[in-house]
């Protein structure tokens, strides 16, 4: 198994950030067959495969917003007005995803992008792990 960490600076507002082609060439490095899990150790912060640039990304900021109003409904209250939400979101956008490779190639759908979600203002900095278990790895019981 290979494992490369990516630090991100998603800064002080709600985000987006596209990860694809950090996923591209660390499949491309690692080569062969095998499954990408990329995983984000975060309380407050996701992945998610989503077309990005035509609207979506903020679509989907949007729609977060309307399930997980800012305000202060929130149990969780330390940091900003609505830092609570950001621990539900993880629910509804896992902290990670696991995405086929096939002869080093990312195998994503044509507008798939792998994107970091982060709807909290208080923690720019984030950190992903990308971990590459080979298909020979599977078969020895890995």
Request: contains cysteine; negative net charge; proline residues 6%.
């Amino acid at each position: 198994m290979r494992t490369k960490l990516l630090d991100l600076h998603t800064g002080g507002s709600e985000s987006i950030t596209d990860i694809t082609p950090d996923c591209r060439d660390f499949a491309a490095e690692a080569g062969g067959d095998g499954l990408l899990h990329v995983f984000v150790p975060h309380a407050t912060a996701g992945v998610a495969l989503i077309e990005l640039g035509s609207g979506s990304d903020d679509d989907l900021l949007a729609a977060l917003d309307d399930l997980l109003p800012p305000d202060d409904r929130w149990r969780h209250r330390h940091g900003s007005q609505g830092h609570g939400r950001s621990h539900v979101m993880p629910a509804m956008v896992a902290p990670y995803a696991t995405l086929p490779v096939v002869d080093g190639r990312l195998e994503l759908g044509t507008w798939q992008s792998v994107a970091v979600v982060d709807l909290n203002v208080d923690n720019p900095d984030r950190q992903v792990r990308l971990s590459f278990l080979t298909a020979a790895a599977q078969v020895a019981g890995w």
